[in-house]
Each structure stands twice: as C-alpha cells, then as structure tokens.
C-alpha cells in the first residue's frame, strides 16, 4: 500500500465545510477513551471476539463496547464479521482506515514519553500555587 501523501497545513487556505465536519467528528471519536482503548487492542491483537474484547479493555460494560464498536464500524474503522454457527461467532477487526487512524495516534505516545518529565514538572509547579 502506498504511503498516505502528505499535504502542507495553509492556514489561510480556504476549508471546505465538510472536512471540518468529519474532523470535528473524528476528534470526538478518538478523544473517547474507550475508542482509543478498541483500537489499540484490535492493532496489538488482530482479529478479536466481542468476549476477548470486553476481557481486555478493562472497566468497559457490555453496552459500551457494544456502542463503540458500531460506531467505529460507521466510521469504516473495524469490520464485523458474524460467522453462521451455534453460538453465533462475532469478530471484529480493524480496517486500513483503522490501522492508520492508529498510526496517526502513536505520534501522541511519542510526544508523551519525550515530554513526560516537562508534564510532570508543570503539573508539581501548578500543584504547588493552589
């Protein structure tokens, strides 16, 4: 697969309205946390039972992951595949649009470990005001 082209960032460039939509959308997506934790088990883990998923996202109930996962299939980020036998067997895994979605969020665990100290440092100076 090609690697995605790069666009320069124009601040003045026109935005069309519905990339600012999908954005907005997105970053609401990813910023919830239970998302983020899907995602990150289906990319170390590859294709997962609903039940593997619930065991290892923890704190998660059924109903949320339940939600999670049909919106992040909406979104074409995981793909559902019901397989026809008794007990019905569900899996779930990630789409090319879901593993990049992933890529772009390790810049995030990069900026993290490089900044990790400044945080800390930051957070003890804020503390120490109040």
């Known amino acids: 697969m090609p690697a995605p082209q790069k ?5 003045n460039a026109p935005v069309d309205p ?49 939600q999670t996962l049909r919106a992040m299939e909406r979104d074409g980020l995981v793909v559902r595949t019901v397989h026809p036998v008794v007990p019905p067997k569900v899996e779930y895994c990630l789409t090319e649009l879901g593993h990049s979605l992933g890529e772009a969020f390790c810049g995030v665990w990069v900026w993290a470990e490089a900044n990790l100290e400044q945080v800390a440092r930051a957070r003890m100076a804020f503390d120490a005001r109040g």
Not at 7 to 11: H, L, S, T
Not at 49 to 56: C, G, P, Y
């Open 7 to 11: 666009i320069a960032y124009d601040p």
């Open 18 to 66: 519905r990339v600012e939509t999908l954005v907005n959308e997105l970053i609401g997506r990813v910023a919830d946390k239970w998302t983020l934790l899907v995602l990150e088990e289906l990319e170390d883990h590859g294709t997962c039972r609903f039940t593997e998923l619930s065991r290892r996202v923890p704190g998660i109930s059924q109903k949320m992951l339940t």
